[in-house]
């Protein structure tokens, strides 16, 4: 068997689809040989989409050109010529709806996701205040993408669900499989670190620092600290746009995960972490998580979106409701911290979690089968 990989950006790419892209090229390799189309815009595209976004703007509305029906179309189009000429027996598609939507072919599809167009409405910043028209082009060409797609992958029970009530799409055509984690290096288990010290590490790892709860994360430290628990905060992938001078507290805006020195960094800093702190407002799936169970590290953080494929409570940490305060946090934090016992079998149930669940093995193999059953029918 051949496999297609068709996508918006180039597989060996690590940090296209925070990693997503690379990752599931490699394990889809363990299993089968793999033939990748990849298309870049050209610059006509390019130039009508700025345009495009430019008069949205002028309107005070946001523009998601990529879920435009003339974008998409565009793009199955030029997939549909491709698979003519280089012969694939079953094509993979990760979040690239646009490639698919209109393209007519014989091949079966496998398409993978983290969320719907429907859910990320209002949801993410990025997708609010979307013109009306956009919203409508969107929700079709993302429909037309499940039900053309021989099965999907979707990386979270939330998109399964929102795919089964918003697109009427049958639940024989869906399997959850979460994703893995975006590192080169994982600790083996005998590295696990389950002693902590006396002075409790957190880490906070996000890119968008309200998005990902930051201010709260924030407000955490300082509760744990007025409540007498030594307590130090490390926040990476960006600077807090509020005052941190606090002793305790240590920003490091960007890390390199691709740079050998810069990924050692990373990696110390995660093996000595107690908690990951990540009280996200909103989120798809949360590589993260899986990145930081790979380590024995738990999650704090909240039930919202995806989360719940990604942290179970008890098990890898605990996702707190969304309207969960500082305090909260806090209290949660300081009693599983202060009990030597139980913080040791969390962590070593979250490894546990991340061998289970959380790899991109679990999911190659997945992948497998789904592809070894479309073939067989």
């Not at 495009?52 to 990529?66: D, G, N, P, R, W």
């Not at 990320?120 to 409508?136: E, H, S, T, W």
């Not at 697109?167 to 994703?179: D, E, G, M, N, Q």
């Not at 040791?344 to 061998?355: A, D, F, G, I, V």
């Amino acid at each position: 068997m051949k496999v297609g990989f068709a996508g918006r950006w180039n597989p060996l790419d690590k940090t296209a689809w925070s990693g997503t892209y690379f990752h599931s090229y490699n394990a889809i390799k363990k299993h089968y040989p793999v033939e990748t189309f990849y298309y870049k815009w050209p610059w006509h595209v390019r130039e009508s989409l700025i345009l495009h976004k430019q008069f949205q703007k002028l309107i005070h509305k946001k523009a998601a050109v990529e879920f435009l029906t003339g974008y998409a179309k565009y793009f199955s189009k030029q997939l549909e010529k491709e698979i003519l000429k280089r012969k694939v027996d079953v094509l993979f598609v990760p979040s690239a709806p646009q490639l698919i939507a209109y393209c007519k072919t014989s091949i079966p599809v496998i398409y993978m996701t983290d969320a719907t167009f429907f859910q990320l409405q209002g949801y993410y910043p990025l997708f609010k205040d979307i013109a009306p028209y956009n919203i409508n082009q969107g929700l079709k060409m993302d429909k037309l993408t499940f039900e053309n797609a021989a099965h999907c992958m979707v990386a979270s029970e939330w998109t399964k669900q929102s795919a089964i009530n918003d697109y009427k799409i049958s639940t024989t055509k869906l399997t959850v499989a979460p994703l893995g984690a975006n590192l080169d290096k994982i600790p083996a288990l005998n590295e696990i670190n389950t002693s902590k010290n006396n002075i409790c590490q957190l880490l906070f790892l996000g890119v968008e620092w309200e998005r990902k709860g930051g201010q709260i994360a924030l407000d955490t430290f300082y509760k744990l600290k007025e409540a007498g628990l030594p307590v130090q905060l490390t926040i990476i992938g960006c600077v807090p746009p509020v005052r941190c001078d606090d002793k305790d507290i240590t920003v490091i805006p960007f890390i390199n995960k691709h740079n050998s020195e810069e990924a050692v960094k990373l990696y110390n800093i995660i093996c000595n972490s107690n908690f990951l702190l990540l009280p996200t407002r909103a989120e798809c799936a949360g590589v993260v998580f899986c990145e930081a169970s790979a380590f024995g590290v738990p999650s704090i953080t909240t039930n919202t979106g995806g989360v719940s494929t990604y942290v179970e409570d008890g098990v890898n940490g605990f996702a707190l409701p969304v309207n969960a305060t500082a305090n909260e946090y806090a209290q949660k934090i300081q009693s599983l911290f202060v009990n030597e016992n139980t913080y040791n079998q969390l962590c070593l149930s979250s490894r546990k979690k991340y061998e289970d669940e959380l790899n991109w093995d679990s999911w190659g193999k997945a992948f497998s089968i789904i592809a070894e059953q479309i073939l067989n029918k």
